[in-house]
């Protein structure tokens, strides 16, 4: 699959797992400890891998923006 292709996909499951996080830590009192869990620690794993994976793709682009000479 191509980077551009991989990063289309990536990109929304990213906001989509950032928004899971953000609602699930504000609603943590409400639902039961057992789905606060799933959705939250798991959520979190996943968002970290994915966060990782979107690293890896754009790593060309860091290296150009922070590495580049004065």
């Known amino acids: 699959m191509k980077r551009n292709t991989m990063l289309k996909i990536l990109n929304p499951l990213l906001a989509v797992l950032v928004l899971n996080q953000v609602t ?3 609603i943590h009192d409400a639902i039961p400890h ?3 869990g799933i ?3 798991g959520g979190g794993f996943t968002l970290a891998g994915l966060a990782t ?5 754009n790593w ?5 923006s922070l590495f580049r000479r004065s």
């Open 39 to 41: 959705m939250h620690m």
């Open 24 to 26: 699930t830590a504000l």
């Open 34 to 36: 057992e789905v606060f």
């Open 53 to 57: 994976l979107h690293l890896i793709l």
């Open 60 to 64: 060309n682009w860091v290296k150009s």
